[in-house]
């Protein structure tokens, strides 16, 4: 091991400059590879809490609200609500009807809005309860939508993804750039890697000669260029985390997080999760290249 150690410490000084290369090249890489992995995390978060389970929703009058249907300071009535959940029910187009009430839409615009003043001057009775309705084609909504906007007790009828369409798309084509431009500069790390280790590897080919002449085991041989190779590589993740967390801390704790308060944004933990795939990412870049661009100098 002792060996290996000072070979390692005496190739990163001989291959400063290059080792300084890799190292930018995979910092910025894993980078833009760790922000796709967060743009993902942050599309699936949006979508478990909003578009798979809902595609319409149905506001319920209150004494405060004003609408067609809605008679003025009296709300939606136990028989108008069972009447409209009857007849969504009833309705082909519509494969299951969710209910909320005031309550239950309190609570969950509480934690939405744990972090924000607005919440102490809010009650229960200042939310609408609703009905949240997941269609079963959902091209087929505008017969619900009919439907259901005349009915009395309907304060409003939202098609939601009239809103989380666009920003669905947005997100989307940002993950594939991130993740595009991220998986081509790793290729350029990939290859920046095995042409360090193989100049490496020849400057020192008579000694890797005389070592296999004297029986030394591949193992042996390999292990300082492999060492040398998971140090730099693990320098530019641990670059990058450091990145991920700044994007996290500056970026949307401080400033998305108050700014869009009703959005659910991405914490600590998918930060973690994308820092455990910049380091095994990270890992197998340095080992691949670095065994295929020593293998031909094993060979005496």
């Known amino acids: 091991m002792r060996h290996a150690l000072t070979e390692l410490f005496s190739g990163l000084r001989?291959?400063?400059s290059m080792n300084?290369?890799?190292?930018?090249i995979m910092w910025v890489s894993l980078t833009l590879f760790g922000l796709g992995v967060l743009?993902?995390?942050?599309?699936?978060?949006?979508?478990?809490?909003?578009?798979?389970?809902?595609?319409?929703t149905v506001f319920l009058c209150t004494p405060a609200t004003q609408?067609?249907?809605?008679?003025?300071?009296?709300?939606?009535?136990?028989?108008?609500?069972?009447?409209?959940?009857?007849?969504?029910?009833?309705?082909?187009?519509?494969?299951?009807?969710?209910?909320q009430s005031q309550d239950e839409v309190f609570a969950e615009f509480g934690q939405t809005y744990a972090d924000s003043p607005i919440l102490a001057s809010m009650k229960a009775e200042d939310m609408q309860d609703l009905f949240r309705i997941k269609l079963t084609n959902p091209e087929e909504y505008q017969t619900v939508v009919a439907q259901a906007s005349r009915m009395p007790g309907v304060q409003n009828v939202q098609d939601l993804r009239e809103f989380l369409d666009p920003l669905f798309e947005w997100l989307n084509w940002g993950r594939w750039l991130a993740v595009g431009a991220?998986?081509?500069?790793?290729?350029?790390?990939?290859?920046?890697?095995?042409?360090?280790?193989?100049?490496?590897?020849?400057?020192?080919?008579?000694?890797?000669?005389?070592?296999?002449?004297?029986g030394a085991s591949n193992t042996y041989i390999m292990?300082?260029?492999?060492?040398?190779s998971?140090?730099?590589?693990?320098?530019?993740?641990?670059l990058a985390c450091a990145t991920l967390a700044g994007i996290q801390q500056f970026a949307i704790v401080e400033k998305a997080k108050p700014a869009l308060q009703g959005f659910t944004w991405i914490g600590w933990e998918e930060v973690g999760i994308a820092m455990v795939w910049l380091v095994v990412v990270a890992i197998v870049l340095s080992m691949i290249p670095t065994l295929v661009a020593t293998r031909r100098f094993l060979k005496v």
């Not at 350029?188 to 100049?199: D, E, F, H, P, V």
Request: hydrophobic share 50%.
């Open 67 to 99: 609408g067609e249907n809605c008679t003025p300071g009296v709300g939606t009535t136990p028989a108008e609500r069972d009447t409209i959940r009857s007849a969504l029910e009833a309705n082909p187009e519509v494969a299951e009807v969710f209910y």
């Open 223 to 228: 292990l300082p260029f492999l060492l040398e």
């Open 39 to 56: 743009v993902t995390q942050q599309v699936d978060l949006i979508k478990g809490r909003w578009y798979d389970r809902i595609e319409l």
């Open 182 to 214: 991220s998986g081509l500069l790793l290729v350029a790390a990939a290859l920046q890697i095995g042409n360090s280790i193989r100049m490496a590897a020849y400057a020192r080919r008579r000694e890797i000669g005389i070592m296999r002449l004297v």
């Open 14 to 16: 001989r291959n400063a």
């Open 20 to 24: 300084v290369a890799v190292l930018v």
């Open 230 to 238: 998971l140090v730099v590589a693990l320098g530019g993740a641990a």
